[in-house]
């Protein structure tokens, strides 16, 4: 087997029973193997191996750990955490793991052993799985499907010769079983049986079939069909039972490969997206040419108290849309928000589209109102920090009417947001007449800012402005000339109105009627 780091095999197996009790704190772990302890052999010297303590209770298996520690093992798992050898693990530079005290040694064995069999370049396992279905149909005669749980077919075999009816045709055509009361009913039987099962035709055209169901100790994972023609060999059953095991185990290893790719490219898009990841690794593991970053949030985000449920919540939905609409995405949550990154080929709509159609199932699911923001397109993965910066600007600017934009449909208030942090940050860029205009408003009471600000935003339109001020056009006229004269602002000057607008705009305190944009 490959070596996986310890921290990936926790990662991709993903199950609360799984423990990590001790861990060296001078090296990262490796894990090449799989062993199961034998009380009746010697330990065999395997650098890397992780070893089960099987029949071993966890008080009382130090001493095993040291027999790992001089094998050479990188660590022992033993079954219930209580009283186990923790110092002994510390002392000996061991990894020390937990499962459940139900779990079942040969389950822990095979889903570790798959996870660290499991890589990414190894896609899905389908060749495998086609692989496995034609060596079944040419032991038992019969041609051979595999499905998963939800009735779609992964593999299926070609021998040929082997007689086919209907039903296999139209589900290898679809890769979907045929919908029908009677297929429930099968189903049914199969996963509620210990081995295979002979089933009847469910019409005159059908053959019968014989099946079997694929698990991981009590979990199912799918299930195996076999057309019966009439001529299928004596000891098929037998051969169905072992093909289930086999099939179990190439499952596992397909998901493992897809959770530990998923892992990976989550932890690159983390990387990418605070600008540490290396743009040309990240190229070859995602993908060359232009994408763009998408933000999802919920409405309030940080507030709730359950807020942190509900931003896992919303991680699921849009990993699952991207990945039903696109194939495989990196989406990982940050502070709150879920960032995606999208194949961008030009095609601004398709991507509102998705995001519109993420929100509204993402509302739905949730209870929330969600809020999706599509940062600008780039030309490869290491200028993802643009446009997730340009996307974050964006969610700022949403609202109930607004729930989803893109930066090209609100440029010029995302430009307004950018002054404003520029101006922020530069205390020179602040010094101006607005500062004094305020500060005047607050002691006496008047209203110069507010009114210089309807005035701007209306284009120098008294009418306009003192429409929006609530007040006559003359109450308007006079305030604007009492500014002038006051301040000592020429309100002729266009770089003067263009500078106090600005400032009003954007670093304004609300005071002055508006809402200025934050940092």
Known sequence: MDAMALGDLIDVVRSPALRLLAVPGDAAVRISDVLLYDAHAPLPHTPGALLLAVGVRAGEAGGLVREAAAAGMAGVLVRGAQDAPVAEAETYGLALLSVEEGAAWHHVHLTLASAIEAR????????????????????????????????????????????????????????????????????????????????????????????????????????????????????????????????????????????????????????????????????????????????????????????????????????????????????????????????????????????????????????????????????????????????????????DGLPVATVEEVRARVTLLRLAGVLREDARLQVGVWQRMVAADADQGTEYARTLAAWLDAGCDVARASKELSVHPNTCRYRLKQAGKQFGVDLQDPDERLVLWLHLRTLGDGRDGRTAPSA
């Open 120 to 399: 990414p370049a190894r896609g899905d396992g389908l060749a495998d799985l086609f692989a496995l279905a034609g060596a079944i149909a040419a032991a038992t005669g019969g041609a051979t499907s595999l499905e998963d749980p939800h009735q779609r077919i992964l593999a299926y075999s070609t021998v040929p010769g082997q007689p086919v009816d209907e039903d296999r045709r139209q589900g290898i055509l679809g890769l979907q079983v045929p919908d029908g009361l009677g297929n429930t009913a099968q189903y049914r039987a199969v996963f509620a049986a210990p081995g295979p099962v002979r089933l009847p035709p469910l019409t005159d055209d059908d053959l019968p079939r014989l099946a079997v169901a694929v698990r991981a100790g009590d979990e199912p994972l799918g299930s195996i069909w076999v057309v019966d023609s009439g001529s299928l060999a004596a000891d098929a059953e037998n051969t169905l039972t072992q093909g289930a095991s086999t099939a179990a185990l190439l499952l596992l290893r397909a998901r493992a490969a897809q959770e530990l790719a998923r892992h990976r490219d989550t932890d690159l898009l983390r990387r990418l997206l605070d600008g540490t990841a290396d743009p040309a690794a990240a190229a070859r593991q995602l993908g060359a040419g232009p994408v763009r970053v998408a933000a999802f949030a919920p409405a309030g985000a940080g507030s709730a108290p359950d807020s942190e449920w509900t931003s896992l919540r919303l991680l699921d939905v849009v990993r699952l849309q991207c990945e039903a609409r696109s194939g495989r995405h990196a989406c990982v949550l940050v502070d709150g928000v879920v960032y995606a990154v999208l194949a961008a080929p030009g095609d601004a709509a398709q991507h509102r589209r998705l995001a519109e159609d993420i929100v509204r199932r993402a509302g739905g699911a949730l209870r929330v109102p969600v809020r999706a923001a599509l940062g600008g397109v780039v030309a490869d993965p290491g200028a993802v920090p643009d446009s997730r910066a340009d996307a974050d600007l964006v969610l700022r600017l949403l609202h």
